[in-house]
């Protein structure tokens, strides 16, 4: 009788043999600018157990655009790169420290690998993203949230500071910033100028909140005539 092979022998003990590793070299699946992966870091998710909204999505448009998304779930951002590549949608994790070398002259580039780097105009790499960049899982499609039907510009509704706050960021990198409301259900939306060929805009979610209203203990005026003038100290 014939011995068994190693891989029948693991066949035969319920274990997978191992798959043989990939010799095709790593290639390029990714190209954003930099300044987008800034602008959507304060919007990913952290530590949230949807482990793919620790991340941001890279989508390839039918316009051989890319659209950048990041969601914590309470808020949203999304980002046109209208020079951006992508070979295939991807997620991708985005580690604080490398947001010190991402402006708009430099590009965060992604291999198929899972290598991630912020690289210079002159194509110098900045800053390298130690582990694995992408992260698996099925992003949320946003269009499904961000419908812009039915909304006018202004604000209204009850809106977290900190998260205004980090639209207003956005606005003062792109030099201008304008909100849009239509319910208090549906999210604020807000769209920031452009800054060279990224287009943004974005959404914050409503809270809910005791009051509706100005303060009605304020009191009333009175008629002018009634009125008395505040007489100064001796």
């Known amino acids: 009788m014939n011995a068994t092979t190693e891989q029948e022998q693991l066949s035969i003990d319920g274990v997978a ?4 590793e990939s ?29 793919y909204l620790n991340g941001v999505n890279v989508r390839p448009l039918e316009d051989n655009t890319v659209m950048i998304v990041a969601t914590d779930g309470h808020r949203y951002v999304v980002i046109r790169d209208q020079h951006g590549y992508a070979e295939k949608e991807v997620i991708v994790s985005i580690k604080k420290d490398g947001l ?12 198929s690998n899972g290598s991630a780097m912020v690289n210079d105009e002159n194509g110098q790499a900045q800053f390298i993203q130690p582990g694995n960049a992408l992260v698996e899982g099925n992003f ?10 039915g909304y006018n510009e202004g604000i209204s509704g ?23 409301t239509k319910d208090a259900d ?31 203990w304020f009191p009333r005026p009175v008629p002018y005539e009634l009125t008395q003038p505040v007489s100064e100290p001796e």
């Open 23 to 51: 010799k095709e070299a790593p290639h390029m699946i990714a190209r954003i600018n930099a300044m987008a992966v800034k602008v959507a870091f304060p919007f990913m998710a952290q530590n949230d157990i949807r482990y």
């Open 140 to 149: 949320p499609r946003i269009e499904n949230v961000a419908a812009a039907r």
């Open 17 to 20: 043999p191992a798959e043989p």
């Open 158 to 180: 009850a809106i977290n500071p900190a998260y205004l706050k980090d639209a207003l960021t956005i606005g003062q990198h792109f030099g201008s910033i304008r909100f849009f």
């Open 186 to 216: 549906s999210p604020l939306m807000f769209v920031v100028g452009g800054l060279g060929d990224l287009e943004v805009f974005g959404g914050i979610m409503k809270m809910r909140d005791s009051f509706e209203q100005l303060p009605t």
């Open 100 to 111: 010190k070398t991402c402006n708009a002259k430099s590009t965060l580039d992604v291999m």
